[in-house]
C-alpha cells in the first residue's frame, strides 16, 4: 500500500556532514507529520526531528543546531540535513509518516508506515 525508502546513510568522520533522504509511495492521499527516528545499540529507539504537514519542526535537544528537517511535498520526500555529527550520533535512522491512504475503491483511512532504516556511521 504504501512504502518508505530511505537513502544517504554511511560512514563520514566526526564534523562531518549527511543527508539522509525518504521516499514515500503507494496510495497516497495525503500526508501529515513525517519524522526521523533513530536508534543505536543497546538503546531505545528515539525522536531526531519531525515536521509537519504545515511546515512546523520539532527536533530533539542533543541535535538542535545542527540537523535540519525539510519536505518536498510534491515528492512525497523529507530530507534530514545533518551537519557537525559527533560519534554519538551513530545509529539507524528510521523515516516515519503519517498518510492518509486512498484505495482503488476510495477508501480513506489514517496510518503510520516506517523505512526500513539506513545506518549512519560517525567515526572519532
Known amino acids: 500500500q504504501v512504502q518508505l525508502v530511505e537513502s544517504g546513510g554511511g560512514l563520514v568522520q566526526s564534523g562531518g556532514s549527511l543527508r539522509l533522504s525518504c521516499v514515500a509511495s503507494?496510495?497516497?492521499?495525503?500526508?501529515?507529520?513525517m519524522d526521523w527516528h533513530r536508534q543505536a545499540p543497546g538503546k531505545e529507539r528515539e525522536l531526531v526531528a519531525a515536521?509537519?504537514?504545515?511546515?512546523?519542526?520539532n527536533y530533539e535537544d542533543s541535535v538542535k543546531g545542527r540537523f535540519t528537517i525539510s519536505r518536498d511535498y510534491a515528492k512525497n520526500t523529507v530530507y534530514l540535513q545533518m551537519n557537525s555529527l559527533k560519534p554519538e550520533d551513530t545509529a539507524v535512522y528510521y523515516c516515519r509518516a503519517d498518510v492518509r491512504v486512498k484505495t482503488k475503491g476510495w477508501q480513506i483511512y489514517d496510518n503510520s508506515y516506517w523505512g526500513q532504516g539506513t545506518q549512519v556511521t560517525v567515526s572519532p
Open positions: 515536521i509537519t504537514g504545515g511546515g512546523v519542526t
Open positions: 503507494g496510495n497516497i492521499f495525503s500526508i501529515n507529520t
